[in-house]
């Protein structure tokens, strides 16, 4: 499975923006897919995943409420919503596939990556 993500820009505190998750590889329908993210000077963190079923959808808890991750399997695609963005909000976002499907909230679970796209949030 290879992963694209897209969709990161540079958006005022407050804004909104769409982040895409597009795969190759017809067994992507079987795949759990994460948004991770980095901010400079830290460590990679979870944001969201959903399950290759869209029956599990976990958030981190600074993004719940603000962040909806959904997908449309037909189009080989996950899409992560963001909302009421802070500057915190600042970092790469990556996308990563799970084979095992279920939408899990830890990095080594993953075992594909994307490259990462940059969203900006000025203040």
Do not use: H
Request: net charge neutral; hydrophobic share 35%; charged share 15%.
């Amino acid at each position: 499975v290879q992963l694209q993500a897209s969709g990161g820009g540079l958006v005022q505190a407050g804004g909104s923006l769409r982040l895409s998750c597009a795969a190759s590889g017809r067994t992507f329908s079987s795949y759990a897919v994460g948004w991770f993210r980095q901010a400079p000077g830290k460590e990679r963190e979870f944001v969201a995943a959903i399950s290759w079923s869209s029956g599990t959808i976990n958030y981190a808890d600074s993004v719940k409420g603000r962040f909806t991750i959904s997908r449309d399997n037909a189009k080989n695609t996950v899409y992560l919503q963001m909302n009421s963005l802070k500057p915190e909000d600042t970092a790469v976002y990556y996308c990563a596939a799970d084979q095992w499907g279920l939408g899990d909230t830890v990095e080594r679970s993953y075992d594909y990556w994307g490259q990462g796209t940059l969203v900006t949030v000025s203040s």
